[in-house]
């Protein structure tokens, strides 16, 4: 069993900042690719950024400047740092993985990003 449980999310004004977290837990695990996704209501879930096991990432336009992802390969977490944010970005936000060897895929639950005034 694995599992991945994010944290972080809430509610900000416009310009301001969240950082959330995934922890990915299992004794045998070994994560290859991780990945931030979000889906706002009656949307598709989209791509945010994503990140290789070797620190190579990749982000969608819209947050290009203004989010960032970093991962801990150690503790096997995931992170992303969010900045500047705008109304647009309020979605609930998932953290995905895929393992090594196996290349089984892995969604969190996902955890709620509101930004309003």
């Known amino acids: 069993q694995v599992q991945l449980v994010e944290s972080g999310g809430g509610l900000v004004q416009p310009g301001g900042s969240l950082t959330l977290s995934c922890v990915v837990s299992g004794r045998f695990l070994s994560v290859n690719n991780m990945g931030w996704y979000r889906q706002a209501p009656g949307q598709q879930r989209d791509l945010v950024a994503t990140?290789?096991?070797?620190?190579?990432?990749n982000y969608a336009d819209s947050v290009k400047g203004r989010f960032t992802i970093n991962r801990d390969n150690a503790k096997n977490t995931v992170y992303l740092q969010m900045n500047n944010l705008k109304p647009e970005d309020t979605a609930v936000y998932y953290c995905k993985i895929d393992l090594r060897i196996s290349r089984d895929v892995y969604w969190g639950q996902g955890t709620q990003v509101t930004v309003s005034s």
């Open positions: 990140i290789t096991r070797g620190g190579v990432t």
